[in-house]
């Protein structure tokens, strides 16, 4: 059983280090579909990736619920990472999760399990922080909306596959929906919910 001693670290500059991690994010978010890296290295606990560590250390705290996956969920080392460095409390319904780890793609929920905001305030909404194989190898996708001059590429490996078809629920909800970031490693892609994707090889 892993102690609190022994887990492993978060940021070694605090500030700093969620000051730069955060720029990525928000860069990331203002940009659909650009890779954006995260410098700042945190140590990582079970299935977690140094991307999604970073994330957790920068956006999570004790007024964020969070739901996890269940890979995620069963690990006690990573559920005592979160707590010891975030604070932030882990919930059972996804429904009132402010951001959701799915450490596989095969794992997600269906999304309307998730917080979709309210037209009064669509900010209530969850973002779901997905880890994917890569960011920089697999099929091709086009995307289209604010942030993007006319289109932008973006060469994935993700599951599940069907990923930017269930996000079309994203066009009918709108203002409310579902934001995305994915994580590959340090690498971070943000599909906003204004975002409409279309795979190149469909």
């Known amino acids: 059983m892993t102690t609190i001693a022994e887990l492993p670290p978060g940021f070694a500059d605090k500030v700093l280090s969620a000051q730069s991690t955060f720029r990525s994010v928000m860069d990331a978010m203002a940009r659909p579909g650009s890779v954006q890296r995260i410098i700042p290295m945190a140590g990582t606990a079970g299935p977690m990736m140094r991307g999604t560590a970073a994330i957790a250390l920068t956006l999570f705290d004790h007024d964020t619920p969070i739901w996890l996956d269940p890979r995620i969920s069963d690990s006690s080392d990573v559920l005592k990472w979160i707590k010891f460095h975030t604070g932030a409390p882990v919930v059972q319904d996804p429904s009132i999760a402010a951001f959701a780890l799915i450490s596989d793609g095969v794992l997600l929920p269906t999304l309307e399990r998730?917080?979709?905001?309210?037209?009064?305030?669509?900010?209530?909404?969850?973002?779901?922080?997905?880890?994917?194989?890569?960011?920089?190898?697999?099929?091709?996708?086009?995307?289209?909306?604010?942030?993007?001059?006319?289109?932008?590429?973006?060469?994935?490996?993700?599951?599940?596959?069907?990923?930017?078809?269930?996000?079309?629920?994203?066009?009918?909800?709108?203002?409310?929906?579902?934001?995305?970031?994915l994580v590959a490693d340090d690498f971070v892609v943000a599909i906003p919910r204004t975002t409409r994707v279309v795979s190149k090889e469909s």
């Open 114 to 181: 998730f917080a979709l905001g309210t037209n009064e305030y669509p900010d209530r909404s969850t973002t779901v922080i997905i880890q994917v194989e890569s960011l920089e190898a697999g099929r091709s996708f086009d995307l289209r909306g604010p942030g993007i001059d006319d289109v932008a590429t973006l060469q994935a490996s993700i599951r599940p596959f069907d990923l930017f078809d269930r996000l079309r629920l994203n066009e009918t909800l709108f203002p409310r929906g579902i934001d995305v970031v």
